[in-house]
């Protein structure tokens, strides 16, 4: 009598080949995010279908419905990915330290968030997309630009409950120094592809000028 095949080789198949092992819910919505980002950014937002940001994932369309209606909200959960990757250092001001140490700590942090080739790639997306789609400038000026802008407020307001700076009006002075400090280099990674890596001698060099240019508006002269 021949031996019989084990009863267990027979009732469980062999994984197929290439075949992803299963994702949690929260996994597999961050490889839809991601392909998303894909899609858009090479074939351009008008251009993009469900079809082709689920077969970039290498999942159903069915799957990805599940998750997103459209390919905007698709766009505003990346919007929003890029968000929370802006976070700051933690506070580190002291009685005693120079405000200045801390306002460099904030503007650094979000200067490299802002030239990371991910996120020059996005805005010149949101840009190229600008006059077809009112509404994806909208997204991106709200979670992008005024989230951005908002965690550098925060962070002036602290300093300014500690006493170190006398500033009025945070929101607006923390505005003006991110523009004052990404402004040229921003113009000149959208005009490279691919999107370079962030220069730290130029952000260094030009976080210095904004410092001392900013001073009395901070009441550190």
């Given at each position: 009598?021949?031996?019989?095949?084990?009863?267990?080789?027979?009732?469980?198949?062999?994984?197929?080949?290439?075949?992803?092992?299963?994702?949690?819910?929260?996994?597999?919505?961050?490889?839809?995010?991601?392909?998303?980002?894909?899609?858009?950014?090479?074939?351009?937002?008008?251009?993009?279908?469900?079809?082709?940001?689920?077969?970039?994932?290498?999942?159903?369309?069915?799957?990805?419905?599940?998750?997103?209606?459209d390919?905007?909200?698709?766009?505003?959960?990346?919007?929003d990915?890029?968000?929370?990757?802006?976070?700051?250092?933690?506070?580190?001001?002291?009685?005693?330290?120079?405000?200045?140490?801390e306002?460099?700590?904030?503007?650094?942090?979000?200067?490299?968030?802002?030239?990371?080739?991910?996120?020059v790639?996005?805005l010149?997306?949101?840009?190229s997309?600008?006059?077809?789609?009112?509404?994806?400038?909208?997204?991106?000026?709200?979670?992008?630009?005024?989230?951005?802008?908002?965690?550098?407020?925060?962070?002036?307001?602290?300093?300014?409950?500690?006493?170190?700076?006398?500033?009025?009006?945070?929101?607006?002075?923390?505005?003006?120094?991110?523009?004052?400090?990404?402004?040229?280099?921003?113009?000149?990674?959208?005009?490279?592809?691919?999107?370079?890596?962030?220069?730290?001698?130029?952000?260094?060099?030009?976080?210095?000028?904004?410092?001392?240019?900013?001073?009395?508006?901070?009441?550190?002269?």
């Amino acid at each position: 009598m021949s031996e019989e095949t084990p009863v267990q080789d027979r009732e469980t198949p062999a994984p197929r080949a290439g075949r992803p092992l299963a994702l949690s819910p929260e996994d597999r919505r961050a490889a839809l995010v991601a392909a998303a980002e894909r899609v858009f950014v090479r074939d351009g937002f008008a251009a993009s279908t469900m079809e082709g940001i689920a077969a970039e994932a290498g999942m159903s369309k069915r799957t990805l419905y599940r998750f997103f209606p459209d390919k905007q909200a698709a766009l505003e959960a990346l919007l929003d990915r890029h968000d929370q990757r802006a976070l700051l250092p933690p506070y580190g001001h002291r009685p005693g330290d120079d405000p200045r140490a801390e306002i460099a700590r904030v503007l650094r942090s979000l200067a490299l968030y802002m030239l990371a080739p991910a996120q020059v790639d996005l805005l010149r997306l949101v840009i190229s997309e600008a006059q077809s789609n009112p509404a994806l400038v909208e997204s991106f000026e709200g979670i992008e630009v005024s989230g951005t802008i908002s965690r550098a407020t925060e962070r002036f307001e602290q300093l300014r409950r500690d006493g170190a700076i006398t500033t009025a009006d945070p929101w607006q002075v923390a505005s003006l120094m991110v523009g004052a400090l990404l402004g040229p280099m921003q113009i000149m990674a959208l005009c490279r592809h691919p999107s370079p890596a962030p220069d730290m001698a130029r952000i260094e060099a030009r976080l210095d000028l904004v410092l001392t240019a900013f001073a009395p508006l901070l009441g550190l002269d």
